[in-house]
Each structure stands twice: as structure tokens, then as C-alpha cells.
């Protein structure tokens, strides 16, 4: 009976080793989600292999917490879509290149339980969204240094630069984005600011670079970045973290107010951000007198028609992995040439794919992750995950953000930061054992 104690907390002992060198490798892989493609990847890829090692031990207290974590709302929806939209690529009418293509997209839903498990904890769950926001600092940090003109002066040769999306706008400005499109960048900075923003309220030991850094997203996105999701992603950052603070305040309706005026004052007076706010209504009227569909709106207006047109073919269950793509070839529509396989929606994605059993699972996600985020215990965190979900909400309306990868990992990680019910319990209660080993 002793003999057996000592193996088993031996095994214990080697389980949790594994564990952590997966958290480490986790949290590798969310600093790579925004920047770097290689970060990701290794991190993502050794996280699967620790995390293989440490289920050999087969501990009751192990088997258990998968249990756990397979029992918990938000995994059994993410695995509850990837399995809607596994069975519409096998009996998709479309092409199957077309199909699997989807389908490798929407892997990622499967990472969901992978995170769960790891990062039990409010520590874990914050330790790994701050690593994502350190790579949404490095991708601004090219920017910044080019946008100033630091790297002129000090003869710095940015070369991500040679290989950066959009390099010069549909309307002719330039913009310095790197290793990612404007909207992504625009995406993972505005939370980056969020987060800094909201760190300067609850920390009063890094409130100075917090505040810092906040700065320099706030210029990142108001002048080196054109993207205009970039400048709606910051307005609606400062909306919400604006109404999660102040919501229950005597002054509240004064705050926004300000806001409002501060907003206005900042599209009056530069022309740069006036030309990018009004490329919108002009492109979206651009499409409606002239059926122009060669600018950005134009394009994703023609897009969303299409797929509500396919939407209406099979509302219920929708017409299959890659049914999108397939209509514009089957159409020979003018845009089928420009390779796009996605609506540029994500709520029109599921639709036009899935159907409303696809579209009430997605929406289902997001606002089950808004309601866990209210419900961690870390007021940072909380407020922190509940504006970077509103920005993805935000961002899907023009992008099919799951579907993308950058966007969508992100979402992941925030889907798996939200599980708070019985994870979080039985995750408090491995860690006491941990220590207690020791």
C-alpha cells in the first residue's frame, strides 16, 4: 500500500512537470497568435506534445478534470459547431478542395478544450491573455518606430516592411502595416489598448507605462494604420470600456457625452481620419448607384448580397462547407476571379454555410464568453475579456473572423479564458494538490 502511494505521487509529481511545459509552450503560442506565424506554431505544436506525455500517468484526479472541462458550456458549443460544420463539408455539394478548405479553418474550435484544461485558474487565465497582448506589442513595434521616423533616423532597415499587407490603400494613402492586414492589426492593437487602458484603473504600480503604452496605440491606430475597422475598433474600445466602468456612476450619461464631443473634435479637425470615416458611406453609395464592387466596401457589400442569397436556398442547415466559394464560380461572378472563399461576414458565414443551427452556435459562443467574463474574479481580466469579445462581435460584421486564422485564434483564447463554471473549481482544486506534493 505504501509502495503504491509513493508511485502514485511520483507519477503526480511527473504529470504536473508535463503540465506546466504545456502552459509555458500555451503561452509561447498566444504571444505568436498576433505576430508571429513561427511562435505559434512551435508553442502551439510542443503544447500538444507535453500535454500527449503527461496523460500517460492516467490519474483518477486527471481523467476527472478532462470530465471537467468536456462538461463545461462553452467547450461542448465550440465542439458542437466544429462537429455542425464537419458534417457539412462531408456532404457539401461543392467542390471538396473548397470544402476542406473550410474545414481546416474551423480546426481550431478544437483547441477550445486544449486551453480549458491548462489554464484553470484566474493566474493561468491571466497570465496567458497578457501574453497575447505582449504580441500585440511587438506587431506595433515595427510601426511606431517607422511611423515616427526613429528607424530613418537611427538607419534601421525594417525589413518586415518588403512583405507588408496593403502597403498602399485602396484610396491611395499609405499605411505602415506589418505582418498583418489592417484589420487584424487593427483588431489585436485596440485590445492591446483596452487592456492598458483599463490596467492604468486597477494598477497603480504600472499606471505610468501603462498609460504609456496606451498612448502609442491610440496613435498607432489614429495615424500609421489606415484600416477604417481599425479606427472603429478604437472607438468602440473606449465605448465599452467606458460603459463597464461607469455604468452604475452618478455621472455616466456625462461621461459619454464627452466622449461623443472628444470623438467629434478628433473628425473635424484631421482630414486624414475625415477621408477615412467618409471612404465608407462613399463606397457604400459607390455600390448603390453604380454597382461599383471594385472597392473594399463595394466588394463586401456584393459579398453579403450573395450569401444571403444562398442563405434563403437552405435556411435551416445551411448549403455546406465551401458552398460559399463554389456559387461564385458556378455564377461566374465578375469577383470569382479574385479567389476569395468567404463572405467577409462571419455571421453571414454561418448562415449561408451552416444555416441557423451554425449562426445560433456562433452567436451562442460569444454570448456565453460575455457572460463568463463578467463572472471572473479578476476585475482586470473580466473587463479586459468582455471589451476584446465586443471587438471581435465588432470585427466579424466585416470579416469572417472564425473563419480567418489570426482573428479567430484569438477568439479561442479568449472562448477558453471565459470558462469559469466547474473549471475553474476543479482547477483550484489540482493546484492545492500540487502544492501539496511539494
Avoid at 464631443?261 to 486624414?272: K, P, V
Avoid at 459562443?365 to 471572473?376: E, G, P, Q, V, Y
Wanted: aromatic content about 14%; charged content about 15%.
Amino acid at each position: 500500500m505504501v509502495n503504491a502511494m509513493v508511485e502514485f505521487k511520483q507519477a503526480l509529481k511527473s504529470d504536473i512537470r508535463f503540465l506546466e511545459l504545456s502552459r509555458w509552450m500555451g503561452l509561447l503560442c498566444a504571444f505568436g497568435i498576433p505576430w508571429s506565424n513561427a511562435c505559434f506554431n512551435i508553442g502551439f505544436y510542443c503544447m500538444l506534445i507535453f500535454l500527449t506525455l503527461s496523460l500517460f500517468s492516467k490519474n483518477e484526479w486527471h481523467i476527472n478534470r478532462w470530465q471537467t472541462t468536456f462538461k463545461t458550456p462553452l467547450v461542448i458549443i465550440g465542439l458542437s459547431l466544429f462537429a455542425l460544420i464537419s458534417l457539412q463539408t462531408l456532404f457539401s455539394n461543392s467542390h471538396f478542395d473548397l470544402a476542406e478548405y473550410d474545414f481546416i479553418h474551423y480546426r481550431k474550435l478544437l483547441a477550445i478544450p486544449l486551453f480549458v484544461f491548462l489554464f484553470n485558474t484566474t493566474e493561468y487565465k491571466k497570465k496567458l491573455f497578457i501574453s497575447y497582448c505582449l504580441g500585440a506589442g511587438v506587431l506595433m513595434l515595427p510601426t511606431l518606430l517607422d511611423g515616427s521616423g526613429i528607424a530613418n533616423l537611427l538607419h534601421i532597415d525594417l525589413a518586415p516592411r518588403r512583405n507588408a499587407a496593403y502597403s498602399t490603400s485602396l484610396n491611395g494613402v499609405a499605411n505602415l502595416v506589418y505582418w498583418r492586414n489592417q484589420i487584424v492589426h487593427g483588431f489585436d492593437v485596440s485590445i492591446l489598448f483596452a487592456a492598458c487602458s483599463l490596467g492604468t484603473l486597477y494598477s497603480r504600480q504600472y499606471r505610468i507605462p501603462l498609460l504609456i503604452v496606451s498612448t502609442l496605440c491610440a496613435i498607432d491606430l489614429l495615424f500609421f494604420v489606415y484600416g477604417r475597422m481599425a479606427l472603429l475598433s478604437l472607438v468602440v474600445a473606449i465605448f465599452t470600456i467606458a460603459i463597464i466602468q461607469f455604468s452604475s456612476k452618478k455621472y455616466f450619461t456625462a461621461i459619454l457625452a464627452g466622449l461623443l464631443m472628444a470623438c467629434s473634435l478628433i473628425y473635424f479637425s484631421s482630414d486624414t481620419i475625415k477621408v477615412r470615416l467618409n471612404s465608407i458611406t462613399n463606397e457604400e453609395s459607390s455600390f448603390t448607384k453604380d454597382n461599383n464592387i471594385l472597392t473594399s466596401g463595394g466588394q463586401r457589400l456584393h459579398y453579403w448580397h450573395k450569401s444571403w442569397q444562398l442563405f434563403k436556398q437552405s435556411p435551416i442547415i445551411g448549403n455546406g462547407s465551401g458552398s460559399f466559394r463554389q456559387s461564385l464560380i458556378d455564377s461566374q461572378d465578375p469577383l470569382a476571379s479574385f479567389g476569395h472563399r468567404h463572405t467577409h461576414n462571419e455571421y453571414l458565414t454561418q448562415l449561408a454555410q451552416y444555416g441557423l443551427v451554425g449562426f445560433l452556435l456562433f452567436i451562442s459562443l460569444i454570448t456565453i464568453t460575455l457572460i463568463n467574463a463578467k463572472r471572473i474574479d479578476d476585475k482586470w481580466l473580466s473587463a479586459a475579456l468582455t471589451t476584446a469579445v465586443v471587438l471581435f462581435s465588432l470585427n466579424a460584421v466585416t470579416d469572417s473572423s472564425l473563419h480567418n486564422d489570426w482573428e479567430g485564434w484569438a477568439f479561442v483564447v479568449f472562448v477558453s479564458i471565459a470558462c469559469v463554471d466547474k473549471t475553474l473549481v476543479a482547477g483550484q482544486k489540482i493546484k492545492l494538490k500540487s502544492h501539496e506534493l511539494h
